[in-house]
């Protein structure tokens, strides 16, 4: 069982900037695809960011396009999330999740949510303005 543990989020001011971190642990396949998503309040989950082990990606949401950047230390086993010129609709539970040796068709919307088998409990980040 793969398990993946997110750092502490935390409060930042719109403008700003703040990596968060996502430890994984576990049985490990073969590859994954890796990805950041967000939840606010009423609203839906947003796929943010991916990469996939095998050489894919990495990918983004328009929403953070030139803002966020994915990466990942093979070392470590961890993923990462760069976040700046953060806004405060930027506010969210941040969510890391994986999917093992994904299928092609995956690919045709890697960040849809729908397919991912593993999930991180979650990191709260808040941006005031």
């Known amino acids: 069982q793969v398990r993946l543990v997110e750092s502490r989020g935390g409060s930042v001011q719109a403008g700003g900037a703040l990596r968060l971190s996502c430890a994984a642990s576990?049985?490990?396949?073969?590859?994954?695809?890796m990805a950041w998503f967000r939840q606010a309040p009423g609203k839906e989950r947003e796929g943010l960011a991916g990469l996939y082990t095998g050489g894919s990606g990495p990918h983004y949401a328009d929403s953070v396009t030139g803002r966020f950047t994915i990466s990942r230390d093979n070392a470590k086993n961890t993923l990462y999330l760069q976040m700046s010129s953060l806004k405060p609709e930027d506010t969210a539970m941040y969510y890391c999740?994986?999917?093992?040796?994904?299928?092609?068709?995956?690919?045709?919307?890697?960040?849809?949510?729908?397919?991912?088998?593993?999930w991180g409990p979650g990191t709260q980040v808040t941006v005031s303005s």
């Open positions: 576990g049985y490990f396949y073969s590859t994954y695809y």
């Open positions: 999740a994986a999917v093992p040796d994904p299928s092609r068709g995956f690919f045709n919307n890697p960040l849809g949510g729908d397919a991912y088998d593993h």
